[in-house]
């Protein structure tokens, strides 16, 4: 990553391979290049923890974000959701790092699973099972693209300002993740008179337990960071940790939205740490999902239409993602290539059937990840490591539990500065080329999606660039991904226009 004296140099594997880099000491140094890469095991094993620590609060939210009925009233069950969420991120976290080695953990995907439990919510008729066909369907049409090397020929067709701006859209989408769900940027209620979307805490002011929680978080790892001592980002989140286990068990704040529904807005953003009863994982939703079923109960153009906006969303988002992320890493050649990026993208592609097909909607390559990094994962170790405590989480449920979001949200605040740094790499002095990327790392954050970020940045380099008199320096296949975010921006426009 790059340090707090030269953002401006992010490192590259050309730098890390030099002639001074020492062989590999062991057959696991060997096949995971972790010596290699300029890292050690215990180095690998705190970036897969810190990454597991970041990321578990999906093994939580996910279940509620699914939680609601479908056309038939059914429910796919908090509980069962929680295990295959747990199962799927496992699996294909470990094998992120078995075979394409990089140090990348994958979940459920928030912003897909938001549009799945959407869809469910607002379209008449479709089930749980189809909608969960629809995503495998996504996921499958994913492989088709990787298999055909397209989805990396788009990947070597964008600009490398846009490229650098996701690495500082992430930054500063992944920044915004921590402010927010720490309750220290909230949103403002729609009101006469309000004037901001966001504020400052509560009413303008910080108040709470969780929010010191966060703020002392903050403080001790960006001094710790600063002062580059070993595991900085891992001690600020145990820091912080222990100290809300402490504030809860002495003043029992409860979580903001307690089990009746009611409110408490100083109370922790998703769960109080606590102790809850130990459960085995109900996997029965495994295999449940229905292929076809979507085509039947609303018809093929509406079915056609969902997976579309589905599968232009975990397209560019693994892309974006798995760039921004190589980058800090430094898993990048001095030409701004990524080894096994193709594999990174099949793994990211089965994933999302793999979701799908458990009924825990796509999983995805978590911005997330970067906490790991920031704590110094360069290779597919770490995400075998996180991988196994997603696997073992299943069993061990309760323990996630102690771990409230306020205490890992530090993390992603101090990673999506050292992410944004690399904005010093964009030629400011390129206006078509500048402008893109600006509305590609600013719209991430404010639309709380990667993919629509990248989409705007793509429609703009091509429009800006063609009005210069440079539509050559627009490659061919960006004016397809400019046309096809087009209709992805413009489908509820397309759905009335088609009656649909």
Same mark, same amino acid.
């Given at each position: 990553?790059?340090?707090?004296?030269?953002?401006?140099?992010?490192?590259?594997?050309?730098?890390?391979?030099?002639?001074?880099?020492?062989?590999?000491?062991?057959?696991?140094?060997?096949?995971?290049?972790?010596?290699?890469?300029?890292?050690?095991?215990?180095?690998?094993?705190?970036?897969?923890?810190?990454?597991?620590?970041?990321?578990?609060?999906?093994?939580?939210?996910?279940?509620?974000?699914?939680?609601?009925?479908?056309?038939?009233?059914?429910?796919?069950?908090?509980?069962?959701?929680?295990?295959?969420?747990?199962?799927?991120?496992?699996?294909?976290?470990?094998?992120?790092?078995?075979?394409?080695?990089?140090?990348?953990?994958?979940?459920?995907?928030?912003?897909?699973?938001?549009?799945?439990?959407?869809?469910?919510?607002?379209?008449?008729?479709?089930?749980?099972?189809? /909608?969960? @066909? &629809?995503? %495998?369907? =996504?996921? !499958? *049409?994913?492989?088709?693209?990787?298999?055909?090397?397209?989805?990396?020929? $788009?990947?070597?067709?964008?600009?490398?300002?846009?490229?650098?701006?996701?690495?500082?859209?992430?930054?500063?989408?992944?920044?915004?993740?921590?402010?927010?769900?720490?309750?220290?940027?909230?949103?403002?209620?729609?009101?006469?008179?309000?004037?901001?979307?966001?504020?400052?805490?509560?009413?303008?002011?910080?108040?709470?337990?969780?929010?010191?929680?966060? /703020?002392? @978080? &903050?403080? %001790?790892? =960006?001094? !710790? *960071?600063?002062?580059?001592?070993?595991?900085?980002?891992?001690?600020?989140? $145990?820091?912080?940790?222990?100290?809300?286990?402490?504030?809860?068990?002495?003043?029992?704040?409860?979580?903001?939205?307690?089990?009746?529904?009611?409110?408490?807005?100083?109370?922790?953003?998703?769960?109080?740490?606590?102790?809850?009863?130990?459960?085995?994982?109900?996997?029965?939703?495994?295999?449940?999902?229905?292929?076809?079923?979507?085509?039947?109960?609303?018809?093929?153009?509406?079915?056609?239409?969902?997976?579309?906006?589905?599968?232009?969303?975990?397209?560019?988002?693994?892309?974006?993602?798995?760039?921004?992320?190589?980058?800090?890493?430094?898993?990048?050649?001095?030409?701004?290539?990524?080894?096994?990026?193709?594999?990174?993208?099949?793994?990211?592609?089965?994933?999302?059937?793999?979701?799908?097909?458990?009924?825990?909607?796509?999983?995805?390559?978590?911005?997330?990840?970067?906490?790991?990094?920031?704590?110094?994962?360069?290779?597919?170790?770490?995400?075998?490591?996180?991988?196994?405590?997603?696997?073992?989480?299943?069993?061990?449920?309760?323990?996630?539990?102690?771990?409230?979001?306020?205490?890992?949200?530090?993390?992603?605040?101090?990673?999506?500065?050292?992410?944004?740094?690399?904005?010093?790499?964009?030629?400011?002095?390129?206006?078509?080329?500048?402008?893109?990327?600006?509305?590609?790392?600013?719209?991430?954050?404010?639309?709380?999606?990667?993919?629509?970020?990248?989409?705007?940045?793509?429609?703009?380099?091509?429009?800006?660039?063609?009005?210069?008199?440079?539509?050559?320096?627009?490659?061919?296949?960006?004016?397809?991904?400019?046309?096809?975010?087009?209709?992805?921006?413009?489908?509820?426009?397309?759905?009335?226009?088609?009656?649909?």
């Amino acid at each position: 990553m790059p340090s707090p004296e030269s953002p401006s140099a992010p490192a590259t594997l050309d730098t890390v391979n030099s002639v001074d880099t020492p062989g590999p000491k062991n057959a696991l140094d060997r096949f995971f290049m972790i010596t290699r890469r300029g890292s050690t095991v215990a180095q690998e094993i705190r970036g897969g923890l810190a990454t597991f620590l970041a990321m578990s609060y999906i093994i939580v939210l996910n279940p509620l974000v699914l939680s609601g009925p479908d056309a038939n009233g059914d429910t796919l069950g908090i509980a069962r959701v929680a295990a295959v969420t747990a199962l799927v991120a496992g699996i294909s976290t470990i094998a992120m790092g078995v075979w394409a080695r990089h140090p990348f953990a994958l979940a459920a995907g928030l912003g897909v699973n938001a549009l799945v439990a959407i869809t469910v919510a607002t379209t008449t008729g479709i089930t749980w099972p189809a /909608v969960m @066909g &629809l995503v %495998v369907i =996504a996921g !499958l *049409v994913m492989v088709l693209l990787v298999a055909t090397g397209f989805r990396q020929a $788009v990947f070597n067709a964008v600009p490398d300002a846009l490229k650098t701006a996701i690495v500082v859209g992430i930054g500063l989408f992944i920044a915004l993740i921590g402010l927010v769900n720490s309750g220290f940027i909230r949103r403002v209620p729609d009101a006469a008179g309000t004037t901001v979307p966001v504020g400052l805490g509560t009413g303008g002011e910080l108040e709470g337990w969780p929010v010191l929680v966060f /703020v002392v @978080g &903050l403080l %001790v790892t =960006a001094v !710790l *960071v600063v002062r580059k001592t070993r595991g900085a980002i891992l001690i600020g989140i $145990v820091v912080a940790t222990v100290l809300a286990n402490i504030l809860e068990a002495v003043f029992h704040i409860g979580p903001s939205v307690d089990e009746a529904g009611n409110a408490n807005p100083t109370g922790w953003s998703l769960v109080a740490p606590s102790f809850p009863e130990w459960s085995a994982p109900d996997l029965s939703l495994v295999g449940q999902a229905d292929l076809l079923g979507a085509f039947t109960q609303v018809g093929p153009l509406m079915a056609l239409l969902l997976v579309f906006a589905i599968l232009l969303s975990v397209f560019f988002d693994a892309m974006g993602t798995s760039v921004g992320l190589a980058r800090e890493a430094g898993n990048v050649t001095k030409d701004g290539d990524i080894p096994h990026l193709n594999r990174v993208l099949m793994v990211d592609a089965l994933a999302v059937s793999g979701g799908g097909g458990a009924s825990g909607s796509a999983n995805q390559i978590f911005v997330e990840s970067g906490t790991g990094i920031g704590e110094g994962a360069r290779t597919g170790f770490a995400s075998v490591v996180t991988g196994v405590l997603f696997l073992l989480a299943m069993f061990l449920t309760p323990l996630i539990y102690l771990v409230p979001f306020e205490a890992v949200a530090p993390a992603l605040v101090v990673v999506g500065f050292m992410m944004a740094t690399q904005v010093v790499q964009i030629d400011w002095s390129d206006w078509g080329a500048a402008l893109p990327a600006f509305l590609t790392f600013i719209l991430m954050p404010f639309t709380y999606s990667i993919a629509n970020g990248i989409g705007a940045g793509m429609i703009a380099y091509a429009v800006i660039r063609t009005a210069q008199g440079r539509g050559k320096d627009v490659h061919p296949l960006l004016w397809v991904v400019a046309a096809a975010f087009v209709v992805y921006f413009g489908m509820g426009v397309f759905r009335g226009l088609l009656g649909v």
